[in-house]
């Protein structure tokens, strides 16, 4: 008996193992810290010089996982979290960058969370900013979703890779008990890689979303209506923003790279129309980007960039030169000084990236140099 008993247990553990040794999982940790000083010519009327982080690379941390379940199904997912190495502390939520769980198969993967949507995914590498060469090149007003567009509550599919070939799209509910439309989006896209080629396609949708166009964009008025008041003097006393609550941002985008042994090329342009609601009811004026830029590796160190960009808004238009030069330390440390100049026609405070406060002047011109560590 006590050997049928052995026989019988040896049996089970035998063909347990093989099981255990196949439902593989890992968990990586990773992280980046941009750190370095910007100066700004004009930022509400005066210099600025500052420490500056989350430039070029938004500094943060995260963990990344996988579990092998067997039949080529894999459990997947994702938390990061952004923070400002000057003081330590988040910038949002805990894991505001990143936070999903999900599911890859070879039919592609579907996960659900806050997560990153195509405007982002599939433009960033035909933009200046998402193409390592300016932290600051963000096209006017960041609206067309290239750097920070990220969806709460969505569930998203992707393909697999079909020789070069990918294509996505997800849906962000509003999570509003008896309103299923107001704050949700969605957005897809397309893309294509067969070196030296790329290109991309998206489209992404947001409902109800309140932007302020001053902050953004500098203009003064948007859809027949005020959106900045100064406390006196409007080249230098305090302001106050409007803020504005849409029907609808809708946001195209195309791209494209091409590389010619040490150099790239890239385009990009994107159309993002602001549909009006209330007092803005009845206008959809669009915002248009186009940009074009090069990058040239000159040694296995030394790399050199430029950009321009050209957009339009209304009556008002703006002109973005950007260039830059990058120093390669080692695998994951490197160093870059970077330059951008912003003109704006007449009517408009330019802010370069939306990161600073407007100009009060018709230009703004910043130069950077940081530090860059990955690990």
């Known amino acids: 008996m006590k050997r049928i008993i052995k026989t019988t247990l040896a049996t089970m553990v035998s063909l347990a193992i093989p099981a255990l040794a196949h439902a593989q999982s890992s968990v990586t ?3 980046v810290i941009d750190e370095g000083i910007t100066y700004v010519s004009n930022a509400g009327g005066s210099h600025l010089v500052k420490m500056d982080d989350s430039s070029l690379l938004a500094d943060r941390w995260g963990l990344k996982g996988r579990e092998d379940l067997g039949g ?10 952004g923070f400002s190495v000057n003081n330590g502390a988040l910038y949002g939520s805990e894991f505001g960058r ?3 769980v999900g599911l890859d198969s070879r039919y592609g993967k579907l996960t659900m969370g806050r997560q990153y949507d195509f405007s ?7 933009g200046t900013d998402g193409w390592w060469l300016s932290g600051y090149g963000v096209h006017q007003g960041a609206l067309d979703r290239e750097v920070f567009g990220r969806f709460n509550n969505s569930v998203r599919y992707e393909s697999n890779d079909i020789r070069g070939f990918q294509f996505g799209g997800m849906y962000s509910f509003s999570n509003a008990a008896g309103n299923f439309h107001d704050g949700s989006g969605w957005s897809v896209g397309a893309r294509y890689a067969n070196s030296p080629f790329s290109a991309a396609v998206t489209y992404t949708y947001q409902a ?3 932007i302020d166009p001053y902050e953004l964009l500098g203009v003064k008025t948007l859809m027949g209506q005020t959106t900045v008041t100064y406390a006196g003097d409007a080249t230098t006393d305090p302001y106050t923003g409007s803020t504005f609550d849409l029907q609808s941002i809708g946001t195209f985008g195309v791209g494209a790279q091409y590389k010619f042994g040490p150099a790239t090329v890239i385009g990009n342009f994107t159309d993002t129309v602001l549909k009006g609601i209330g007092a803005t009811a009845g206008h959809s004026p669009s915002l248009l980007v186009y940009e074009i830029g090069a990058l040239y ?5 030394w790399t050199i960039g430029a950009s321009y960009q050209h957009s339009k808004l209304e009556a008002n238009a703006w002109n973005e030169y950007a260039a830059a030069v990058d120093f390669t ?3 994951r440390t490197w160093m870059y000084l970077t330059a951008d ?11 370069i990236g939306a990161s600073f406060t407007p100009s009060r002047s018709s230009s703004q011109l910043l130069t950077r140099l940081a530090l860059v560590h990955e690990f």
């Open 29 to 31: 940790l990773y992280g």
């Open 98 to 100: 990143q936070a999903w």
């Open 120 to 126: 982002r995914d599939y433009m960033s590498p035909y």
């Open 208 to 210: 109800k979303p309140t």
């Open 72 to 81: 080529g199904l894999a459990a997947i997912f994702a938390l990061e979290s």
């Open 297 to 301: 590796r000159l040694t296995p160190f």
């Open 329 to 331: 330390i080692s695998k």
């Open 341 to 351: 100049y912003l003109r704006a026609s007449g009517g408009v405070d330019p802010v």
